[in-house]
């Protein structure tokens, strides 16, 4: 018999976490919720089973909250051992939390707790499946304590200064720090030397009294105690990370990079996929959206992924965008549908999809009577840092909603939604295609421009890229797109690692691998060239100095370790390596390597799932002269200067 773990309501536990991840970020001594709502527990649950009993056997049922059990109609109170005759039986536990997770745990001699069990949380509601995690199958295991990991870390050097001793750490950790003091102090905390001894502009600090203290988990390299300490160490705090990915090149400073990605990746995969450890420490949909990419090619951790999809659709009623911004609205509709089709993960798709429907129903609720995107009191039109006319409807939000039109219409068909329902939504975006077309679409510029309000016929290149990496427009076009606006000095640079990572997949998608090679040496290399140890929200090469620490008007503002810095994981992964699903579930995946500028590489890229249920793998190595391939999974095809090749799990492919 398996083992059993704590059961909740499916959903309940990413979003219990969500409120306490989105409860904890501080600045300036001050806390600083998030500040959009936010969906809550169910506070009652049902829990039902029906239940053989092979023999007479017993059952206790255990919870972390008020609750009562029911067999065969008959009340138990929890925590009693009851008597179970062989036979057919019926279970029922009523549970009530008004402060947290309510959740419940069998111990039986025939009957585990699991997904198998029913929930719900009030009579009038459909039973579904509970949900778990394997991380709580102990009975002393605490479901509102996430299973984090932790390692000690020792300062690396230790230097005494004007305002009271500095500890360098070596790298960026989020960690707890572990100290003991006889009296009062204040620890300031950096990313930098600068942040940590500038205390007047420090965003990280906290004032202690007499004793030993193990202070909340924070992002640090240095921190300044301003008194006299002892054993003052961290307690580095990570998920457990199975990292599969690798990749090396005639280029070391390659490898360092990819390395460093890897590291600050790891550094924001927690409860839910991060945007970045030390400012924010907040869920974004449209940072998460492209970390989903990074983890499929580092990781290939689907729960991460479906704990921060869970987290950020909450519940229904949806009464704002997601993060309130329209933007990540589309792109968290997009990117289920780009996690089922990487995974097949049905099961899932139809636990989320009626969250989705709602989400999906909301966002069309606000277009104007053309059907178009437009800002509506408490919406945010972001796309991007950048400058772009926002003077009323925006190019490059009508063609997410269009992709998002499209991924609406999969995921109905996927679910066996009803045909004139996936109908409506292919209306919806032939009808908004047609009209971007007509509005957007400047012959003499040979781009899309951004406003047909405003009169600027004003070009970024925001709406260029979405065109080509969801394609939106044809090969002849695409092509036109980047000769008239990507490859076009005049058209405003983008300046994120968010944006740039989808210029470069734009660009790498049409064969301009080399250019993306170029950027990850100067741009991504451009910042380890500066001691670096993991990957900034932004990096701009003429400036110097502290100057590179600034942001949203605050000295120390930027964050320099973000998840979206970690683009080349994936460039390198999909474009380079060349490794893509073309199937849903990747029943069938292909891997068509270029090499661009690299003479040599060797990689180790994650793609579909094995028979044991782990991620799987394709090892591909290049010298220069031949080329091989080894994968663990079928379905895989080998595209190699326009040939095709078989790839036999378990059996090396080699070409000369």
Request: net charge negative; hydrophobic share 35%; glycine share 8%.
């Amino acid at each position: 018999m398996e083992k059993s773990r704590w059961i909740w309501y499916p959903g309940d536990y990413e979003i219990y976490h969500s409120i306490k991840l989105h409860s904890r970020r501080e600045e300036y001594g001050a806390e600083y919720p998030c500040f959009w709502g936010m969906a809550n527990v169910y506070p009652r649950v049902n829990f039902e089973k029906n239940a053989s009993f092979e023999r007479d056997g017993y059952l206790i049922i255990h919870a972390n909250c008020k609750c009562y059990v029911l067999l065969d109609g008959r009340r138990y109170p929890r925590g009693e051992r009851i008597a179970v005759p062989a036979g057919n039986h019926n279970i029922q536990v009523v549970t009530i939390k008004y402060d947290g997770l309510p959740a419940i745990y069998c111990e039986s001699d025939q009957l585990i707790s699991d997904r198998s069990w029913k929930c719900s949380p009030g009579t009038s509601f459909r039973d579904v499946n509970a949900g778990d995690e394997p991380a709580y199958t102990s009975l002393n295991d605490n479901v509102e304590v996430f299973p984090f990991e932790y390692t000690v870390v020792e300062p690396v050097s230790v230097e005494k200064t004007s305002g009271g001793t500095l500890y360098d750490f070596g790298r960026e950790l989020f960690a707890k720090l572990d100290f003991g003091c006889e009296s009062g102090l204040t620890a300031y905390y950096g990313e930098t030397v600068e942040e940590a001894t500038d205390t007047a502009n420090t965003l990280i600090f906290e004032k202690v009294g007499a004793g030993e203290h193990s202070l909340v988990p924070r992002a640090f390299r240095y921190v300044l105690l301003t008194g006299e300490a002892s054993g003052v160490k961290a307690e580095l705090e990570l998920v457990h990370e199975e990292q599969i990915a690798k990749f090396s090149c005639d280029r070391p400073e390659v490898e360092k990079i990819f390395d460093v990605c890897a590291y600050t990746f790891h550094l924001n995969s927690r409860e839910f996929l991060l945007d970045g450890i030390k400012r924010d420490r907040w869920c974004w949909s449209g940072d998460a959206y492209q970390s989903y990419m990074v983890n499929d090619y580092l990781f290939a951790d689907r729960a991460l992924n479906r704990r921060t999809i869970t987290a950020l659709y909450g519940k229904p009623p949806v009464l704002e965008h997601i993060n309130t911004i329209n933007d990540y609205s589309a792109l968290l509709i997009i990117g289920t549908w780009e996690y089922y089709f990487t995974t097949g993960d049905i099961d899932f798709i139809r636990f989320i999809y009626p969250r989705a429907k709602a989400l999906y129903d909301f966002i069309v609720s606000r277009l104007d009577e053309n059907g178009l995107v437009v800002s509506r009191p408490g919406d945010w039109i972001f796309i991007d840092w950048s400058d772009i006319d926002k003077d009323g409807p925006l190019c490059a939000e009508q063609i997410l909603l269009w992709q998002a039109h499209n991924a609406m219409a999969w995921l109905t068909e996927a679910v066996g939604g009803a045909k004139s329902d996936v109908d409506l939504c292919n209306k919806r975006a032939d009808s908004l295609k047609a009209l971007i077309n007509e509005k957007y679409w400047d012959n003499e510029k040979q781009a899309f421009i951004d406003s047909f309000t405003s009169g600027r016929r004003h070009v970024t290149r925001h709406a260029a890229i979405f065109a080509i990496l969801y394609d939106f427009v044809d090969k002849k076009t695409a092509d036109l797109l980047v000769e008239k606006v990507l490859e076009n000095d005049s058209i405003t640079k983008i300046t994120t690692p968010y944006f740039e990572l989808y210029e470069l997949m734009a660009l790498c998608k049409l064969g301009h691998i080399e250019y993306a090679q170029n950027m990850i040496d100067s741009y991504w290399g451009g910042m380890l060239k500066l001691g670096a140890t993991s990957i900034w929200e932004q990096y701009d090469p003429t400036q110097s100095g502290a100057e590179h620490y600034g942001m949203y008007g605050m000295r120390y503002g930027k964050s320099l370790c973000h998840a979206w810095g970690s683009g080349p994981v994936y460039l390198l992964g999909r474009y380079c390596v060349g490794v893509r699903p073309t199937s849903v579930g990747t029943k069938t995946f292909e891997v068509a390597p270029r090499p661009g500028l690299y003479r040599s590489f060797d990689a180790v890229v994650p793609v579909g799932t094995r028979p044991d249920g782990k991620p799987g793998s394709v090892h591909v190595a290049y010298d220069g002269r031949s080329l091989r391939a080894l994968a663990d999974i079928p379905g895989g095809t080998l595209v190699w200067e326009g040939r095709e090749y078989e790839l036999v799990p378990g059996v090396e492919t080699k070409i000369d």
